[in-house]
């Protein structure tokens, strides 16, 4: 699994999106125990801090330290170090093992047999994320353009899995239809441009650049769209694979 945020990990928390109480509904309704769950590929512990408020235990788990340093705190929750395809668990540990934003990282051919084995009979496993951010058309255009063009060869080779909202993974599981939902926010600008700052492509950018992408011009051109200060409401779709 590529770590491609560490060096992020401040922002990654600061300005990453969240899930909707539809998703945690959704999986609590098909979930058959609240014992404990192994949110996999963790990073800030936004899955992790809302399953501790269902679950007895809760275990977290990330490749970046430095992401574990900026997770959220509570008392059911232990964070470790681990990679999703050799999780140092028991057999039949999980009622449930949560995966967000990150399963296109991963190894399915020898992560799928670690869930088959670390989850209880009936257990549940549910592989969700989130698509590129809808505001406006004005707007949408200038991210787009930053997206497909600015960023063209930086974005890692996995990105398609996302943008086909996983619908192309093989998910050897009985799958349950997934809802529609969405994460909804009200942001500056400035808060989108925070958000934007932690894209992994944007850090590939700078690396082969020496500069970042988000310059005084790409800022000037956004705020053009969206004034400085102005609060508008961005909307993030949401999709999963989820079975048993």
Partial sequence: MKDNF?????????????????????LFENCHHFDCAWDCATGNGQIA??????????EATDISENQLKNA?????????????????F??????????????????????????????????????VGYNLLR????TEEVIEYFYNTTLDGCWDGER???????RTIPFPFDEIPFPEMASTYSW?????????????????FIRK???????????AQMKKVWPEGEIRPVRFPVFGRVGF
């Fill in 6 to 26: 560490s060096a992020q990990s401040s922002g990654y928390a600061q300005f990453r999106p969240g899930y909707p109480a539809q998703l945690f509904d959704f």
């Fill in 49 to 58: 801090s809302v399953l501790a408020e269902r679950f007895r235990q809760v």
């Fill in 72 to 88: 959220a705190q509570k008392p059911n929750i232990h964070y470790q170090l681990g990679r999703a395809e050799s999780p140092d």
């Fill in 90 to 127: 028991p057999d039949q540990s999980f009622d449930l093992v949560t995966v967000g934003q990150a399963a296109h990282w991963f190894d399915f051919e020898k992560f799928y047999p670690e869930v088959r084995r670390v989850l209880k009979p009936g257990g549940l496993l549910a592989l």
């Fill in 135 to 138: 505001v406006d058309g004005p």
């Fill in 160 to 166: 398609h899995l996302v943008e086909e909202a996983y």
């Fill in 188 to 204: 500056t600008v400035d808060q989108l441009l925070g958000y934007l700052g932690t894209w992994s492509a944007v850090q590939h």
């Fill in 209 to 219: 650049n020496g500069r970042s992408p988000i310059d005084e011009g790409f800022v």
